[in-house]
């Protein structure tokens, strides 16, 4: 990514124009309606300024010659105080006008942008969400992008009336002496270089510095989180972490004092090259009146029209400089909406049925930036409403295996079949309702208890009476109705004041994994691995209801749910090494049976220590 910081300036420069094309594009389509209001206004207050100068010319020439002429009449000098009150009146009026219509189009694109973003990441795949160099991509397109693109078109906006402006107060000097503007104008060249130099140091810096903010964010979030205070108090972790998150901010702060040093000394050197050159212009102009060739009106104009073309003019500078800064930015939010899932639909079939038969068909896989193999040529079948347990050591590939299942991924080799049909062929939105999953690590919602049962078959599972049912079916019911307000209990401490232990979690995990009580395939990623025995005795109870007609892979270290399949599977270092029934496997004196000596020994010995 970073060949967007080595590029020749002639590319940059067109990189930036095909940004600025992008964004004018996204906002016209999402809100013309402001953007021709906003074109108007500023068209009309650009015109202002000019006016307004030549009406002061008029006013003091006006004055002037009449007082030249002795007279106490102000007959000459009203319509030009008419003429300068009602321009006045319509500046205000537009000012108002073209702020409130910004503000409108700012608060549209903000949101628009947000959505675009949000609605983008969800698309992507968990192998791009799991790749650190895809996260300093979404660090750079979270830090304010959404902003950059409402500072550019605020910028955008006020360049384009800033030039309109500019374009009058020109014609105005130049109606006076020629000479003025041809050597005022050339003056903004080198500060608007030096802008734009600014801008892409400030851009190189931010981008350069993704990783670190990241690292800065992991600090801060593990010192606030409550997930990790008990380990961090008592391992005494907090001054090791609060230090190594200062040394960050203390390496953006030195870079960014450096960088504003720079901005002010380049800010000085203009406003005083542009002040000598406009008080020598003002000798000439005065030097000019002595002899007669321009009015004590054009005097005031000068003075009143050389600051403000000198304010303009710097204005119009830091105008380009921010919108060539924003530009760059919002190339982070291009270059993430550019990304593309990597797990597509195929030809997007949706069986009418689907029975439940699955088949590994020498199956390969290794995690996307990893060089190790964790799945290698893996054959197996499941047949239609079969329950099978996939037996092995951490790491062996077992909860690899339900991922690609649920394609979270795709095989590197092989192919993975749903009754006969390649899993690349169905529509992933279908194949996903056709699953029921609980995974080991999953997910706590800060949500109601109904709720957090619900989102499992969300928007399906509505209706209050059908999540009490999963509730009883999944054991919990009880321990929902003994919570402060039931089922309309908040659960979770950032937004309620009511939560729960692991395992009383991992119940309503279950909960949720069974409110798709219809999907053909069931998938348990060690269900009872937080439970008492009271809860998983309850749950095995009803097992056979949860699990008929499904095709049910287990996973688990316990042999009392290992006990519970028809076939088991066992896996070592990403193969398939055995498989068989419990009392077959252990006929065979192989791995497994090792294995359930060994976890038999285990068991023992925790018996003896409780004596």
Known sequence: MDNILNQPLRRLARKIRTNARWVLQVSWETCPGLISGLIIGKILNSAMPAALAWITRGLINAIVETSQQGLRDLTPIVPWLVYGLALVLINALLDFLTENLSRRLSDRMQVHMDMQTLEHSTRLDLSWLEDPDFQDIAQRAKQNTSGQIVGFLTEFFNLFSNSLKIIGIIIILFAIDPLIVLITVPTVLPYLWFKWRQSRARFTKEFRRATHRRWANYFSSVLTNRRYIPEIKLLRLAPLFLERYRELIRTFIDEDRHLHMRNLLG?????????????????????????????????????????????????????????????????????????????????????????????????????????????????????????????????????????????????????????????????????????????????????????????????????????????????????????????????????????????????????????????????????????????????????????????????????????????????????????????????????????????????????????
């Not at 599972?461 to 009490?468: D, F, G, K, T």
């Not at 309503?508 to 348990?524: E, F, S, T």
């Not at 005795?537 to 287990?554: N, V």
């Open 267 to 611: 800010n000085f050197v203009f406003a005083l090259v542009f002040s000598v050159f406009f008080y020598l212009l003002f000798a000439r102009v005065a030097w000019l009146v002595l002899e007669g060739s321009l009015t004590v009106g054009d005097v005031a104009i000068f003075a009143g029209a050389t600051k403000t073309l000198r304010d303009m003019l710097i204005s119009l500078a830091g105008h380009v400089g921010k919108i060539m800064e924003s530009t760059l930015f919002i190339e982070n939010l291009i270059i993430l909406l550019g990304i593309q899932p990597r797990i597509c639909s195929g030809v997007g079939l949706t069986p009418e049925r689907i029975r439940g038969r699955i088949e590994f068909r020498n199956v390969s896989f290794a995690y996307p930036g990893s060089r190790r193999t964790v799945l290698n040529n893996v054959s197996l079948t499941i047949e239609p409403g079969e329950i099978v347990a996939l037996v092995g050591k951490n790491g062996a590939g077992k909860s690899t295996l339900v991922k690609l299942l649920c394609r979270l991924y795709d095989p590197v080799e092989g192919a993975i079949l749903l009754d006969g049909i390649d899993l690349r062929e169905i529509s992933l939105d279908y194949l996903h309702q056709q699953i029921a999953v609980v995974f080991q690590q999953a997910a706590h919602f800060e949500a109601s208890a109904a709720d957090n049962i619900a989102l499992g078959n969300w928007p399906g599972l509505s209706a209050r009476r059908q999540v009490e049912e999963i509730g009883r079916l999944a054991q919990v019911d009880e321990m929902i109705r003994d919570m402060p307000d039931g089922y309309d209990t908040m659960l979770g401490r950032n937004f309620g004041e009511y939560d729960l232990s692991g395992g009383q979690w991992q119940r309503l995990v279950l909960a949720r994994g069974l409110a798709k009580k219809d999907a053909p395939l069931l998938i348990l990623d060690e269900p009872t691995r937080t439970l008492d025995a009271e809860s998983e005795y309850q749950l095995f109870s009803e097992f056979d209801k949860i699990a008929t007609g499904r095709t049910t892979l287990l996973i688990s270290h316990r042999f009392t749910t290992i006990n519970l399949a028809r076939q088991i599977v066992v896996l070592d270092r990403g193969r398939v090494i055995e498989t068989g029934t419990h009392q077959e496997l252990l006929e065979k004196a192989g791995y497994y049976a090792s294995y359930y000596e060994l976890k038999e020994r285990h068991r023992q010995l925790r018996g003896l220590m409780r004596l």
